[in-house]
């Protein structure tokens, strides 16, 4: 369903993303782990067809997100890190204008309303201007605006951000609700929240891919038996930090 084959992107001299190699199979539900910095965001915005890759080739369902940009967005929903939103709108304005953006018809549109609204809990504040919301409430309608047009891959850029223990767990419920069927592959600088979620581990850092697995043949490719995650997390960053400043030395 995605393919990411040696991916490459630059900003001038800064290498972001440096040759990053993975495939996600539709029923994975995958987590993306880097401190800030790694390159989670500029990867992710290459998928959803916001940058384009400066060397290598994704494909999402067999289409280029260069060439095959625009049915590449049809079939994915996207969630971006800031959250953006008209915030004048209200809310249940703002969702329908999304909605008809996607080419809902207007029998879709209905359906697929009353489901992110139920999904997303935002019941109580379908009348009120986005910019009244709080941080949660904000982070649940760019949600449901990811998700109204029932897309298969759905990519999500730190998405617990701003929500409460509760919501929390409200949307790792929504998030095994949505898995089958689809893709999706979502975020976090915290280990430990996406292990809680995820059936699989992307870890990067300085744009390099450190890991890739469950956390359980992460745990044994390190020679480390149960633990602390952030332990772990910290011991892949290590040995990497090793063997560069040992390739710099040679």
Not at 38 to 58: D, E, H, Q, V, W
Not at 103 to 123: N, Y
Not at 160 to 168: R, S
Request: a neutral charge.
């Amino acid at each position: 369903m995605i393919s990411v084959e040696s991916v490459t992107r630059r900003f001038g001299s800064l290498t972001a993303v440096n040759k990053v190699s993975f495939r996600i199979q539709r029923d994975e539900l995958v987590g993306f782990v880097g401190p800030n910095g790694a390159g989670k965001s500029t990867l992710l915005k290459m998928l959803a067809t916001f940058l384009c890759p400066t060397a290598g080739r994704i494909s999402i369902d067999g289409l280029d997100v260069v060439r095959d940009a625009l049915a590449v967005r049809q079939r994915v929903g996207y969630l971006p890190g800031d959250t953006p939103l008209y915030q004048e709108m209200r809310t249940d304005r703002f969702l329908v204008f999304i909605g008809r953006a996607r080419g809902l018809s207007a029998g879709r549109l209905k359906e697929r309303l009353e489901w992110v609204v139920d999904a997303c809990g935002l019941q109580q504040v379908m009348r009120q201007r986005i910019k009244e919301c709080s941080t949660g409430y904000r982070q649940r309608i760019g949600l449901a605006a990811a998700l109204i047009h029932d897309p298969d891959v759905i990519l999500l850029d730190e998405p617990t951000h701003g929500l409460d223990p509760l919501q929390v767990v409200s949307f790792r419920a929504l998030l095994k609700q949505l898995s089958p069927g689809r893709v999706v592959l979502l975020s976090s600088h915290i280990i430990s929240e996406v292990a809680t979620i995820c059936d699989r581990l992307l870890i990067i850092h300085h744009g390099n891919l450190l890991a890739d697995g469950t956390v359980e043949s992460i745990r044994d490719s390190q020679g480390v038996e149960g633990g602390d995650l952030e332990e772990l997390f910290l011991n892949l960053i290590r040995d990497y930090e090793s063997r560069r400043d040992g390739a710099r030395d040679g």
